[in-house]
């Protein structure tokens, strides 16, 4: 049984990483049930893969202030605050530990006796969700979970749980690197980088015709940036990086492809508004949510990846080299595992545009070195993160666990 934990209303790398996997399982010995905390739409897929799919719903947590307007009042006065207000938090704190983690440990444990399943797989982090790492102790059910973060630091009672897991995945050797400095077990952890069938990602429309829908002109240079829109993927760095590729390429243009979460609405008021005090209203583009980011991604002539902290994987980085493009990212995180600087694109320091608007420059500027770039890329992505070597090594980790 697999568990995607995400509930911030987008659809992610995880899902479709795990999606990949559960497609390339071998149904003669494994049966997936994946359990989501939310409706999206790659469940139709999910199902097609052969999977059940059960969709549970998580518990909003108890927020007194909200329920009580009173509290916020009385909190103002040192004597009704010590008095009512912090009991009363106290006893919401309760509440929600007792909501949130213990009685769903109760109902975790009752679905895996009830599946009688041999392996739960945590699709996220060691982190989360914690109820069914302990229900797996109980129900004597082998754990397994991926770490998809580079965390800065993890709890005392994550890292406590965490040691019931029989095995870690980890998408790359940064969030490896990561959890032995955190105190990790070597012996647990698993290096599997994520995969990508290139043959899968593939324009259906050609690049006249989106680019035509764009209203982008066909000799335009055209950089791009693909992921949900959030601080620290970077997007703000792209914008102005792009304020300097326009004083060297007055005609380039780019495309900031996804949309934002409501959690994220107020950085992507910023974005916009960001566009218009830097002139670039008709220059750079947020397509928002695309079903066609191959068609899209497929038009570009680099892809760049920006994220200002340390990047757990990118997949965004294969898709545009299953396409044959040039890629941009960063030196820190898993951006030196996946690119090869000079070789299959270039690396720069996060958060510098300076350094990133050069760096675009130069693949404008050199289009044959650029294509030269492209097509080593998609033969180091064949070589080294097909999606097939995803499932091989996850498949052997999970025969190892079973009886």
């Known amino acids: 049984m697999y568990v995607e934990q995400n509930t911030d209303g987008t659809v992610g790398g995880s899902h479709f990483s795990l999606l990949y996997l559960v497609e390339g399982l071998d149904k003669a010995l494994f049966e997936p049930t994946v359990v989501f905390y939310q409706e999206h739409r790659l469940i139709p897929a999910y199902r097609q893969a052969g999977c059940e799919v059960v969709v549970l719903k998580k518990p909003a947590p108890l927020d007194f202030k909200r329920l009580f307007p009173a509290l916020a009042a009385l909190s103002k006065n040192p004597i009704s605050n010590a008095l009512a207000v912090m009991p009363a938090l106290a006893l919401q704190k ?8 213990v009685l769903p440990s109760f109902e975790c444990w009752q679905f895996l006796l009830k599946g009688r399943f041999d392996l739960l797989h945590l699709n996220n982090t060691v982190l989360r969700p914690q109820q069914w790492i302990l229900a797996s102790l109980f129900a004597r059910t082998r754990a397994v979970a991926h770490e998809r973060g580079i965390n800065k630091s993890f709890p005392a009672h994550a890292f406590i ?39 899968r990602f593939k324009p259906l429309r050609t690049r006249e015709q989106v680019l035509a829908e764009l209203g982008i002109g066909k000799a335009a240079p055209l950089a791009g940036i693909v992921g949900n829109i959030k601080k620290w993927k970077g997007q703000e760095v792209v914008i102005k990086a792009m304020r300097r590729v326009i004083d060297r390429f007055p005609g380039a243009r780019c495309l900031v492809i996804g949309d934002a979460s409501e959690n994220d609405r107020e950085y992507m008021e910023h974005v916009t508004g960001l566009i218009a005090s830097e002139g670039l209203g008709g220059s750079v583009i947020i397509t928002g949510y695309r079903k066609d980011v191959p068609d899209l991604v497929n038009c570009l002539d680099v892809l760049v990846h920006a994220s200002v902290e340390p990047e757990p994987f990118g997949r965004v980085l294969l898709e545009g080299m299953a396409l044959g493009k040039p890629v941009i990212s960063n030196t820190i995180g898993s951006g030196p595992e996946i690119v090869i600087d000079g070789v299959t694109g270039l690396l720069v320091e996060p958060g510098d545009e300076k350094s990133l608007a050069e760096a675009i420059i130069r693949v404008f500027g050199d289009p044959e070195r650029s294509r030269e770039m492209g097509r080593a890329g998609r033969k180091r992505l064949e070589e080294l993160f097909p999606v097939s070597e995803n499932v091989k090594k996850t498949e052997e980790l999970y025969l190892r666990m079973l009886p």
Do not use: M, Q, W
Request: aromatic share 8%.
């Open 94 to 101: 309760a509440l929600n530990y007792l909501r949130g983690f």
């Open 161 to 199: 749980l965490a040691r019931a897991l029989g095995a870690i995945i980890c998408i790359s050797e940064a969030v490896r690197t990561n959890l032995l400095r955190n105190g990790f077990p070597e012996r647990k952890l698993h290096l599997i980088y994520n995969g990508l069938d290139p043959d």
